[in-house]
């Protein structure tokens, strides 16, 4: 599956705040359910256990195709709106089509990390 931007600007704007290499690799780990290398990427106040991240993971519907419609930065942050398209496992032939909100943050202004949103992986709903 390869990234697509909106247009090459936002693109530009991503790799020129040093986001991209680590936004890239994220959601190719995403993509190839490497659950494990994903959990390496998340920044939280509090995170599950790796065993918890990955079997709740690995029910994720499958990644078909992943755009890149805008990015907003602010200081050492960052918010891709992304629209994806997912395939449910259970049949084969119905997809679903969704916009996110992708959060990132830079820690000690260099490394960029993924920022957990999802409720039950941050211990709202566990």
Do not use: C
């Amino acid at each position: 599956m390869v990234i697509d931007y909106v247009d090459e600007t936002g693109r530009q704007a991503i790799a020129d705040a040093g986001l991209l290499p680590a936004f890239e690799a994220y959601w190719s780990a995403h993509v190839n359910r490497r659950w494990s290398d994903l959990f390496d990427m998340e920044s939280a106040t509090k995170l599950p256990s790796r065993e918890f991240y990955t079997a709740y993971h690995s029910k994720a519907w499958p990644v078909l195709s992943l755009q890149v419609v805008d990015a907003q930065f602010e200081q050492d942050s960052a918010v891709l709106t992304l629209h994806i398209r997912v395939q449910d496992p259970a049949r084969k032939g119905r997809q679903q089509s969704l916009y996110r909100k992708d959060h990132w943050q830079q820690v000690d202004g260099r490394q960029w990390q993924h920022t957990v949103t999802d409720p039950m992986l941050i211990g709202i709903r566990q």
